[in-house]
């Protein structure tokens, strides 16, 4: 089979690293090379936004209204090439076809969502006193950079390309060095809707190298990271050095809470939803299953035939319900965090093994996972895995439940689980968590804000929030009267200085 090389995107066309180097992609199923990629460095983030900036002046310039329309003919392009971005998705990161088609197809909806913000958003006259005209603009930041993650290659990026596009900014996008050819092949969609050459740009590389250059880069005006909480860390520290704006997704550990009065069927479909989507590779995944004691035992048991009825196999095929994990070290990670349970004395109730079978030999593969007797402090209760693990802890009272839920350093997601309403609601008010589903998990919107409390983030994707978040104000204020004002007259009027 012949693997293509892909170029760097900048100023509409696809480019070789300045250094000539590439790098391979690997497909998780099998560990084979499917595409070779050029490896960017500093040198060619500084290309990249070179052709950002010159781009900026033509991009900023059109009117919402024109920014709009580009990007709802992106949105018909996108539902055109969704059939070749789902097959690379999956190839990329081995995530099953089922889930990776149904999750592609959403995207569209982003575009569309944030240029109709485009067409639509008003600026703002507030109340000044006296003869004036007080008004605001919100106006482009500039140059953007995006650096996205693996796991959700094309809509994570997308909830950062669409509201930057809109609100007129220009951007570099670094993508992880696992998945980086639907982003390249983004470019194209963006430019057929008419989208100007240099406004997208997309630099391959690793993060210490291209990352980092982005990362530090004076120029850059704003840094929006999905990625690990250590990460996040060092990108806001970096940045903040520049007095650049930084947005930040960052790690997770869900809670599922279940209360007595939801039935154990819905209760398990629930978990096995949560906690094993993507193959557990998601920030809001269902990491702990805090169910209430009365039940425990019947969910558990439940849980555990239902964990072992999944079909684990070729990503590719439509029967598959979980593939592989991205890559050997990331299920090298997630076996050491199975024995770390194992010495904490939580029992492992099912999996936590790679399944058998000269199908799966050359792939990344592991067994979802279950663990019960799980204290909350416990490391594997504790600390982001980022795999198909689910740590399930009993409670017996909604303070204790509450408390267990919130006890973390994370506040990205929690779901809650009951037919009480008040209680549901009640309890909602209470959690540290950026988002909280009631009766479901993981479900999103290009108009609902997306982001976590604590050391889950800091800023938010989706929604009016986010379209402003990549704007700046300014402020206007216009004095309507002829009168003269002259502050060093000694004319004995009292006179207003502010």
């Not at 004691?293 to 196999?313: C, N, P, W, Y």
């Not at 790679?354 to 990344?364: C, D, I, L, T, V």
């Not at 689910?390 to 919130?406: H, R, W």
């Not at 009016?464 to 000694?490: G, H, K, M, P, R």
Request: charged share 20%; with cysteine; aromatic share 8%.
């Amino acid at each position: 089979m012949t693997v293509r090389t892909w170029g760097l995107y900048i100023e509409g066309d696809y480019h070789p690293a300045v250094s000539g180097r590439t790098f391979p992609v690997e497909n998780p199923k099998d560990g084979s090379v499917i595409a070779e990629v050029a490896e960017g460095a500093a040198e060619d983030i500084e290309i990249a936004i070179k052709a950002a900036e010159r781009a900026f002046s033509v991009w900023s310039a059109l009117t919402g209204a024109e920014r709009g329309d580009i990007m709802n003919r992106a949105t018909e392009i996108l539902k055109r090439r969704l059939p070749e971005l789902v097959t690379i998705e999956i190839d990329q990161i081995g995530r099953s076809r089922r889930e990776m088609a149904a999750q592609l197809s959403r995207l569209p909806e982003w575009f569309s969502y944030f240029g109709a913000v485009a067409r639509t958003h008003e600026d703002t006259v507030p109340p000044f006193a006296g003869h004036y005209l007080n008004y605001t603009r919100r106006v482009p930041l500039g140059v953007v950079g995006h650096v996205t993650p693996w796991n959700h290659p094309l809509l994570i990026l997308t909830k950062k390309v669409a509201p930057s596009l809109a609100a007129g900014n220009t951007m570099v996008v670094k993508p992880s060095e696992l998945a980086p050819i639907t982003p390249l092949i983004l470019g194209e969609v963006l430019k057929e809707a008419g989208v100007p050459d240099g406004v997208y740009n997309v630099v391959p590389g690793f993060g210490a190298t291209a990352g980092l250059a982005l990362s530090s880069h004076p120029r850059i005006r704003k840094i929006d990271l999905t990625g690990g909480t250590e990460t996040g860390k060092a990108v806001a520290s970096i940045a903040g050095k520049n007095l650049v704006k930084v947005a930040a997704e960052l790690g997770g550990k869900a809670a599922v809470i279940v209360f007595p009065d939801t039935d154990t069927k819905r209760a398990v479909a629930a978990t096995l939803f949560a906690s094993f989507i993507a193959t557990g590779q998601t920030c809001v995944q269902g990491a702990r299953l805090i169910v209430h004691r009365s039940i425990h035992d019947e969910v558990v048991a439940q849980l555990v035939e239902r964990t072992g009825r999944l079909r684990l196999g070729d990503p590719q095929l439509e029967t598959t319900q979980v593939g592989p994990m991205v890559s050997k070290k990331q299920r090298d990670m997630v076996e050491s965090y199975v024995r770390i349970g194992i010495d904490e004395g939580a029992t492992l109730a099912y999996g936590g093994c790679r399944p058998e079978g000269e199908s799966f030999a050359s792939g990344y593969y592991l067994l979802p996972t279950i663990f019960t007797d799980v204290k909350p402090d416990m490391r594997i209760a504790q600390e982001e895995i980022f795999g198909p693990v689910v740590c399930v802890i009993p409670f017996d009272t909604e303070e204790e439940a509450i408390a267990i839920a919130n006890g973390t350093e994370f506040g990205l997601a929690t779901s809650i689980w009951t037919r009480d309403v008040a209680r549901a609601h009640r309890v909602a008010h209470q959690l540290e968590s950026g988002i909280t589903w009631i009766n479901d998990h993981h479900r999103i919107d290009p108009a609902s804000p997306w982001g976590g409390f604590k050391m889950s983030g800091i800023g938010r994707e989706n929604g009016l929030v986010a379209y402003e978040e990549y704007t700046q104000i300014q402020n206007i204020i216009v004095n309507l009267s002829d009168a003269v004002f002259d502050w060093y007259e000694d004319d004995n009027q009292i006179k207003r200085y502010s």
